[in-house]
């Protein structure tokens, strides 16, 4: 593993750790992981880092980032324009990474599983990242876990305010932009999403079902996998009499096997 | 036990319906050797249950409990089905005390204890869009808890209980490596000791 990789010299938030497979003769398909925590300060990139490893492991070369949270220079749309420019690093150096930049999927929970919503479906100039990477197009494949789809249909808690940057009342534009929703468009990239259907915070009614009937209109290939009882940060846990926390839906061995069955047949296995 | 207290126990608890497997192995408390339960986050929505039968020891103050699980592990695009069993010590080591909050004497398993255990469960997942088998894998977990049983009415048994669990998990497809985690674990079992 390489890590604290600066992918935007302009902050000191914004590295990467990169979790190299071992060497092929062929370009590889990545994955790029974002970290969820409510876009807010306390959780960073080593919540994904055991995801990162075992994706690595299973062949991908894995992208794991930090970038900027609120209340230091997060909120949106700099959330999604670093993500945006951590992708851009990616496909600037996918010869050096050995990295086919057409097969790049992102991976997030949470707050992440909205950023990598976001970076499959906008194509907005108001998130393109304005960083020495460049603007890029989106993701090729999204695996989004309990990501806020719909900003407007969020409990409307402080860390969503702080990101989105004001009240529904107050900014509802913002809060449409800030929306995967709002970009959802025929050519957006395959969705899997992972959810569980007890998830109060991310309610799957409100976020990935909608998501998922909109795309799915749009007639773009997409997957929802329900985890029956899963919270946000618990899930029953695996001796099954108890519940486990943190545990997220994205950790169970159902959730797995889909993800790499969905990256298999989307961005394509490792050589 | 003097008679005549004996005598007005035995005939309470038939009055009570309790069954005939009291004996009384501790000095002074009616035991109940067995109890059944069912772990009421494994009833969290979904389909599917996860209960445990546990065998009282009373000499030593220790139980054994045997647990099983099976539950529907995934919905939407795919299925999943989990089946799962388990093992467990408990130690009830205020036992030979009456217990706070129990309708049973001392000699009971209630009241306080400490527990560790492992289990074994294995999880088929399918996706039903491809009409295609997603492999099966296999969790190996150990765990501590601490708890306390009430038996509020009866032998009704309350049992709420936390601890620590790791577990590693195993693709037996052999497309993911190991991978091991835990965490905090949280539990409460409802049963009927007899």
């Known amino acids: 593993m390489q890590s604290d990789i600066s992918y935007d010299d302009r902050f000191p938030s914004n590295v990467l750790d990169l979790y190299m497979p071992p060497p092929a003769t062929t370009p590889r398909p990545a994955v790029l992981l974002i970290h969820g925590g409510g876009w807010h300060e306390g959780i960073n990139r080593d919540s994904m880092a055991a995801h990162a490893a075992r994706l690595a492991d299973a062949g991908y070369v894995t992208i794991n980032i930090d970038y900027r949270l609120t209340p230091n220079g997060g909120q949106f749309p700099h959330e999604v324009q670093d993500c945006y420019c951590a992708l851009a690093y990616v496909r600037g150096h996918a010869t050096e990474l050995n990295v086919d930049p057409d097969r790049i999927a992102g991976l997030g929970y949470s707050a992440g599983g909205h950023l990598v919503s976001m970076l499959g479906t906008d194509r907005d100039a108001i998130v393109q990242p304005d960083c020495a990477a460049g603007p890029t197009g989106p993701l090729n494949a999204v695996v989004a876990g309990a990501g806020p789809q719909d900003m407007a249909a969020m409990p409307e808690v402080s860390v969503v305010i702080d990101f989105v940057g004001g009240t529904k009342a107050a900014a509802p534009e913002l809060y449409a932009q800030a929306s995967p929703l709002t970009h959802a468009a025929p050519d957006s990239p395959p969705f899997l999403f992972i959810h569980g259907d007890d998830d109060w915070f991310v309610d799957i009614d409100a976020q990935e079902r909608p998501m998922k009937r909109a795309l799915d209109a749009m007639g773009v290939e997409t997957r929802l996998l329900e985890v029956p009882g899963g919270g946000h940060i618990f899930n029953r846990g695996a001796d099954g009499t108890a519940w486990e926390l943190p545990l997220t839906s994205i950790d169970t061995p159902e959730s797995q096997a889909a993800m790499i069955d969905f990256l298999d047949t989307t961005i394509g296995p490792p050589p | ?194």
Do not use: C
Not at chain 2, 11 to 34: K, L, V
Not at chain 2, 93 to 114: E, I, Q, T, Y
Not at chain 2, 176 to 188: D, K
């Open chain 2, 1 to 194: 036990m003097s008679g005549p207290l004996a005598l007005a126990i035995a005939t309470a608890a038939a009055a009570a319906g309790a069954p005939a497997s009291i004996t009384a192995s501790m000095p002074g408390a009616e035991t109940y050797e067995h109890a059944v339960s069912i772990a009421v986050p494994s009833l969290d929505t979904g389909r599917g249950i996860a209960g445990s039968y546990e065998h009282w020891l009373p000499a030593h103050q220790l139980s054994i409990v045997i647990t099983g699980e099976v539950r529907e592990s995934a919905t939407g695009d795919y299925t999943g089905l989990r089946l799962g069993t388990g093992g467990e010590a408990r130690w009830y080591w205020r036992a030979d005390r009456g217990p706070w909050l129990s309708a049973l004497p001392a000699g009971n398993m209630a009241g306080w204890f400490v527990g560790a255990g492992a289990y074994v469960a294995t999880d088929l997942t399918h996706d039903t869009t491809d009409h295609k088998w997603l492999g099966s894998a296999l969790q190996l977990g150990a765990e501590a808890r601490v708890g306390y049983r009430i038996v509020p009415w009866r032998q009704l048994a309350i049992t709420p209980s936390t601890g620590i669990e790791a577990h590693r998990d195993l693709d037996l497809s052999g497309r993911l490596p190991g991978f091991t985690r835990g965490g905090l674990a949280i539990g409460l079992d409802v049963g009927w000791l007899f």
